[in-house]
Nanobody, 120 residues
Framework: QVHLVESGGGLVQPGGSLRLSCVVSGSIHSINRMAWYRQAPGQQRELVAVEVGRGFTNYLDSVKGRFTISRDNTKNTVSLQMNSLQPEDTAVYYC??????????????WGQGTQVTVSS
C-alpha cells in the first residue's frame, strides 16, 4: 500500500518562505511523475509544479522564479520550496504521485493536503 504524507504548511508573512515536503512510502515499482497542486477556496485545483525526473520540471507561470520542486530518490520525497510568498499563494497544497505499482499497472495518489496561508 502506498502512502503520501505532507508537511511544512503554515502561516507566513508576505515575502516569506516555506518548504513543503511529501514522503512516499510503500511498495512501488517506479515513479512516473511527482507534482504539487493547490486549491484556493471556491477555486479549481491547479497544477503548481511537476517533476518528471532527470531535472525536468514545469511550473505554473505565476510561481516561476519563486517556487522550486525537487525530488530526493534516496528518501522517497518530493519537496516544494516556496520563496517570496504572496497572499495569492494562499491555498491548500496537495502532493500528487503517478506510480507504477507493478508492471503494466499505474495508479495515482494524493497527499492529505497542507494549508499555506500568506498574510500580514
Amino acid at each position: 500500500q502506498v502512502h503520501l504524507v505532507e508537511s511544512g504548511g503554515g502561516l507566513v508573512q508576505p515575502g516569506g518562505s516555506l518548504r513543503l515536503s511529501c514522503v512516499v512510502s510503500g511498495s512501488i515499482h517506479s515513479i512516473n511523475r511527482m507534482a504539487w497542486y493547490r486549491q484556493a477556496p471556491g477555486q479549481q485545483r491547479e497544477l503548481v509544479a511537476v517533476e518528471v525526473g532527470r531535472g525536468f520540471t514545469n511550473y505554473l507561470d505565476s510561481v516561476k522564479g519563486r517556487f522550486t520542486i525537487s525530488r530526493d530518490n534516496t528518501k522517497n520525497t518530493v519537496s516544494l520550496q516556496m520563496n517570496s510568498l504572496q497572499p495569492e499563494d494562499t491555498a491548500v497544497y496537495y502532493c500528487y504521485v503517478d506510480i507504477m505499482i507493478r508492471p503494466l499497472e499505474a495508479q495515482d495518489f494524493w497527499g492529505q493536503g497542507t494549508q499555506v496561508t500568506v498574510s500580514s
